[in-house]
């Protein structure tokens, strides 16, 4: 029997949910209690099931774990999985993204961390090397840090080619490269940054985080630190679609599993009132690829309401309907098991919500 698997990274450890029907739900949790979960990961490839948590200690710092049994043993590595190598001086401050590649490169996971870089491995996530290439970029040294910090929170893949990469940094913006990390250039054009003095730099802006079109390859999505944009040339270029939303700062976004067009975000007041618009608890979808977008609040709280939705706590699975799920600051989960067209309260009286991921287990 198939089920649904939500994993909630918490300011104080992760949180496991499993439902048949995504109507009830039971969590496990928390695991690595007292640790900051940022990033997770859920690699499905080869009908195997292993799932990646990038932790944060205040006694033993950052490290990322796995499990394949859900979440039931995470083994202890023998050394750290992500780390600096000595000739860059630098020391690993936080794991921002584990993502499976597809595919296309079996057993690649890449991890996007602060100091703002990216890593791969090659062995499922048990280790990782970093991208040179990336790291000695000539404009890195000019990236600034972000409000949380400077971190690589994005990496989308291509399903097409496994040479093609695309990774977010804030503050740096959007980079690409189609060799496989041999190469990068910033793949910014369109993108506004009002706190700089050229405002449409090449790089420099605040990206919150980039989602990928299900079936145009080619479509992208962009929360930035104050603007909504759509790109559909891999990031060539973008054009601002936030035009129908109540506000265009949030953090944020991600996309329908199928449906091409479709995409949810979070709005907030803006980056001085970082509280839900109108202090209402809803959740923007289009589904004309921004041309409009639309609020969804059925089952959502209906009085004044303050939780904040980070980046990564906006997720979807890919179910049928596709659930779609976020947490926020409040220690509260919601779902919806129909497109974001209805919601429950899933999760409550957690600590800060994190990060969110689901998928459905065949």
């Known amino acids: 029997m198939s089920e649904t698997l939500l994993a909630v990274g918490t300011q104080k450890g992760l949180f496991l949910g499993r439902s048949p029907d995504r109507t009830r739900w039971e969590f496990s949790g928390p695991h690595f209690q007292m640790n900051a979960i940022y990033s997770i990961?859920?690699?499905?490839?080869?009908?195997?099931?292993?799932?990646?948590?990038?932790?944060?200690?205040?006694?033993?710092?950052?490290?990322?774990?796995?499990?394949?049994?859900?979440?039931?043993?995470?083994?202890?590595?023998?050394?750290p999985a992500v780390h600096f190598p000595g000739h860059t001086g630098t020391s690993l401050e936080r794991v921002w993204q584990l993502q499976p590649a597809g595919a296309e490169a079996p057993d690649v996971v890449y991890a996007g961390t602060q100091p703002a870089a990216l890593f791969r491995s090659d062995d499922r996530g048990e280790s990782f090397t970093l991208d040179e290439s990336l790291w000695s970029h000539p404009q890195r040294k000019d990236w600034a840090a972000g409000f949380g910090g400077q971190g690589l929170h994005t990496i989308i893949t291509d399903p097409r080619d496994?040479?093609?990469?695309?990774?977010?940094?804030?503050?740096?913006?959007?980079?690409?490269?189609?060799?496989?990390?041999?190469?990068?250039?910033?793949a910014n054009t369109g993108i506004r940054a009002t706190f700089l003095p050229d405002e449409y730099p090449e790089f420099g802006q605040c990206v919150h985080k980039v989602a990928a079109d299900p079936v145009d390859r080619d479509r992208l999505y962009l929360q930035n630190h104050g603007g909504v944009y759509r790109s559909d040339d891999g990031g060539g270029h973008w054009q601002d679609v936030g035009a129908g939303l109540p506000a265009t700062f949030g953090f944020g976004i991600t996309a329908h599993p199928?449906?091409?067009?479709?995409?949810?975000?979070?709005?907030?007041?803006?980056?001085?009132?970082?509280?839900?618009?109108?202090?209402?608890?809803?959740?923007?979808?289009?589904?004309?690829?921004?041309?409009?977008?639309?609020?969804?609040?059925?089952?959502?709280?209906?009085?004044?309401?303050?939780?904040?939705?980070?980046?990564?706590?906006?997720?979807?699975?890919?179910?049928?309907?596709?659930?779609?799920?976020?947490?926020?600051?409040?220690?509260?989960?919601?779902?919806?098991?129909?497109?974001?067209?209805?919601?429950?309260?899933?999760?409550?009286?957690?600590p800060d919500v994190l990060c969110v991921r689901a998928a459905r287990l065949d």
């Open 162 to 186: 496994a040479d093609a990469l695309t990774v977010a940094v804030s503050t740096g913006g959007v980079y690409r490269t189609a060799d496989g990390g041999r190469n990068w250039r910033p």
């Open 258 to 350: 199928r449906r091409s067009g479709t995409a949810y975000l979070f709005p907030l007041d803006a980056d001085y009132a970082r509280l839900p618009v109108g202090r209402r608890c809803r959740v923007f979808r289009t589904e004309d690829a921004g041309a409009s977008w639309h609020p969804l609040s059925d089952g959502l709280p209906a009085e004044d309401h303050y939780g904040v939705v980070l980046r990564d706590a906006l997720c979807t699975d890919d179910g049928e309907p596709a659930g779609v799920y976020f947490g926020n600051r409040n220690g509260e989960v919601y779902g919806s098991a129909d497109d974001g067209d209805s919601w429950a309260l899933l999760a409550s009286h957690l």
């Open 41 to 79: 990961g859920i690699d499905r490839r080869d009908g195997r099931v292993r799932l990646l948590a990038g932790t944060d200690s205040s006694h033993w710092g950052p490290a990322v774990r796995w499990s394949d049994d859900l979440g039931a043993t995470w083994p202890e590595p023998s050394r």
